[in-house]
């Protein structure tokens, strides 16, 4: 229960802007995209978390440690040279931050995709990235930093008296011989209902402060009223439903803990009620605090992406602290994506009123406001490199401001729109980026991607691959309507005309040439068409102690590589296919980028993997094709045992999984296997299977438990 909802809020930092801009230089920034670095990866994988720049490289963190969607590449993009440079892979689910740690360039790992044993630090010497697996027990390192001739870690840990008892409590310990080993130094209260993680570390005023948070699970009905509709999707266990909140003021009036030298000590640096979340910056030897305060807070980052504002449970404030007194600072705002501190400058990237700005002081006291165009819905990072802001976004791309220009009203950033962007997309769903949508494919359910460019002189180039349609909703703020334009589609002139009263170009190609027509459709008004590749007779859903979805989809990967047997585990399905039509977008939800792999053992092994698969907890037990089992269910799972099993022990058998239970073959089957790429992703394989059997009738499971007497 303990990692469910972790990350949920960790794109999220909270602080600031000021009740009225209208006394304040306000600037409309121009921006262009420099690059999509994360397009190779799954979608999931694509937000730009963190940009840091270092030594004349901004390095980029991205990925998603909630759906897991490691190991993860280091990527930088050379700033002299416009490339983009993979430099090391980090064994962890994702990139959520960078830090610099005595001078060095370090990764606290997040979400190691090894054993929870330890936790991983990477840290960036003159010969390369090194990495350092030495974090006892730390399943998620938040953050690192050095004080005193030490380094610390921030992490979220766990101890077990067996895999159905285990506590989760926020850890902080030192190293002295930087990272090879590690030392225990504080930890928050922990009990069976909560979580505790620590996550920032802040040195300040010669001082070491640490900032704790902690969530819960509760049911629908434990929530009063008013904050239900605000508490997201739900997640099951042992049949029920559960949502995760972040608990206000779980270590009582104390929000901080502070470390002099010689001891930890709880502090409360903010006297507010129902203090939830900290998040500290240091500027100019204060410490910045952004806090998130309200009751049944609960994850809100889908919310925000969804209605483009916070909840209204949720209340946030600014505050400055000098190492005796807390200030408030005057700012109004909803939400801060990112503080960014260069040199004597504080960087602000915050929402406000739906419009996202970048507010930047050096005394705290006068400021000055750049607004984003209104298109750039959102960003996640920033970084202000050579007088130019770098802005990551959620979709992949990363802007960089071009140029801005004043303005008198944040209704004039209303409209306005990215001058290139690159898109991507699988599903019709995803096809929309800034002004133009993939509307068809060439090969339905592969990548295809797309770049727009507005250039000077009314001058539009675009670029695809595998796009088959495309809709360009001109943006005509950015262009003069009176004279002609000339839109080119890979290396070809297509259209030279004035736009008139039209807002589109319907661009598709026909005979390998782009054939345009005119439109009125809008970026705002587009809607998606869905992709119905068959149907199922029957709804299969992924609830249950053994959900039929399992069954179809293990059925599905043994057929794909003609293999004997298909293993797969509970925590790999990640949605429902529907009753009726199933469309892309359906069976891409259930199984997202992963591909078929496959490995052969012997019957005998590989009942002793199931032995060890049906003692773990129901979210991490298989399902299958090709055999039959039943084991016998007991209340502590680690009395489980199989009471049959189809397998032949003296044969050999070809078993094809997904690469996500290939790569954590050792967690869910005890031990780990050679795989081979089966040579077709699992979306693929499921297209196949509707394009040979069109519906699915009945589904049959394989994999039974029988409760003990």
């Not at 590690?182 to 802040?202: G, H, I, M, Q």
């Not at 009036?253 to 939830?276: I, K, N, S």
């Not at 980052?301 to 946030?316: A, M």
């Not at 691959?465 to 297509?494: C, H, K, W, Y």
């Amino acid at each position: 229960m303990f990692v469910v909802g972790v990350y949920c809020f960790l794109f999220c930092v909270y602080s600031a802007l000021p009740e009225c801009l209208g006394e304040e230089p306000l600037y409309l920034l121009r921006t262009s995209s420099i690059g999509f670095p994360t397009v190779e990866y799954r979608k999931e994988a694509w937000n730009i978390n963190e940009l840091m720049e270092f030594n004349g490289r901004l390095y980029i963190g991205y990925g998603d440690a909630t759906v897991n969607t490691g190991p993860t590449d280091v990527i930088y993009y050379d700033c002299e040279k416009d490339v983009y440079v993979k430099e090391f892979t980090v064994e962890e689910e994702g990139i959520y931050t960078y830090g610099l740690i005595d001078g060095r360039l370090a990764i606290p790992g997040v979400d190691a995709t090894e054993s929870w044993e330890l936790g991983n630090m990477y840290v960036l010497e003159d010969t390369g990235w090194v990495k350092r697996r030495s974090i006892t027990h730390g399943i998620h390192v938040f953050d690192l930093a050095s004080f005193d001739g030490k380094w610390y870690a921030a992490t979220g840990s766990y101890f077990d008296f067996g895999e159905e008892d285990m506590g989760a409590f926020g850890v902080i310990l030192s190293s002295d011989d930087e990272g090879a080993s590690w030392r225990f130094e504080y930890s928050t209260p922990c009990d069976k209902n909560t979580v505790f993680r620590v996550r920032s570390l802040a040195v300040c005023g010669g001082k070491l402060y640490a900032f704790p948070y902690a969530y819960g699970s509760v049911t629908e009905a434990e929530v009063p009223p008013e904050y239900r509709n605000y508490l997201g999707e739900p997640y099951v266990e042992g049949g029920e439903e559960y949502y995760t909140i972040f608990l206000d003021e779980p270590m009582g009036a104390a929000d901080a803990v502070v470390y002099d030298g010689a001891a930890w000590e709880p502090v409360d640096l903010v006297r507010e009620p129902h203090v939830c979340l900290v998040t500290p910056a240091v500027f100019k030897d204060k410490l910045i605090l952004s806090v998130v305060q309200g009751e049944y807070v609960a994850p809100f980052s889908e919310y925000v992406s969804r209605e483009r504002e916070t909840p209204p449970y949720l209340s946030t404030s600014l505050f400055t602290f000098d190492g005796t007194l807390t200030k408030p600072l005057p700012l109004d705002y909803e939400l801060i994506r990112d503080i960014v501190v260069k040199e004597d400058v504080l960087l602000l990237l915050f929402l406000r009123d739906t419009q996202y700005l970048i507010a930047q002081t050096r005394d705290l006291e006068t400021w000055q406001y750049y607004a984003l165009p209104y298109a750039l819905e959102e960003p996640l990072s920033l970084e202000y490199v050579k007088e130019s802001f770098m802005i990551g976004m959620k979709d992949g791309n990363i802007f960089k401001s071009v140029g801005y220009t004043p303005i008198g009203d944040l209704l004039e950033a209303k409209g306005r729109q990215p001058f290139k962007f690159h898109g991507a997309a699988e599903l019709p769903r995803d096809g929309k980026r800034y002004w133009a949508a993939i509307t068809g494919w060439q090969n339905w359910g592969r990548l295809a991607r797309f770049s727009c460019e507005l250039k000077s002189s009314n001058v539009i180039e675009v670029t695809t691959e595998n796009v088959a349609t495309l809709s360009l909703f001109v943006p005509s703020m950015e262009i003069d309507r009176t004279e002609p334009l000339l839109l080119v589609i890979d290396g070809q002139e297509a259209f030279r005309d004035t736009m008139g009263g039209s807002t589109e170009l319907r661009c598709g190609q026909i005979g390998g040439e782009w054939v345009i027509e005119k439109g009125h459709g809008t970026a705002g008004k587009f809607r998606y068409a869905r992709k119905i590749v068959g149907r199922s007779a029957i709804e299969l859903k992924n609830t249950g102690d053994q959900p039929l979805i399992g069954f179809w989809k293990a059925d599905v990967l043994r057929r794909a590589v003609s293999a004997d047997i298909a293993i797969v585990v509970r925590s790999e399905m990640l949605g429902d296919l529907p009753e009726g039509d199933v469309s892309l977008e359906d069976i891409f939800r259930i199984s997202p980028g992963d591909s078929v792999c496959l490995f052969t053992m012997s019957g005998a092994a590989l009942r002793e993997m199931l032995d060890f698969n049906v003692k773990l907890s129901k979210e991490e037990r298989c399902q299958g094709s090709g055999f039959d089992l039943k084991y016998e269910e007991h209340e502590n799972s680690g009395d489980n045992r199989i009471v049959y099993c189809s397998l032949n022990s003296e044969a050999e058998y070809v078993v094809a999984v997904s690469d996500y239970l290939a790569l954590r073959a050792k967690r869910f089957l005890g031990q780990e296997v050679d795989c081979q790429n089966g040579g077709i992703r699992v979306t693929d394989a499921m297209m196949e299977w509707f394009s040979e059997f069109g519906t699915i009738e009945r589904v049959q499971a394989t994999v039974r438990a029988i409760a003990a007497e």
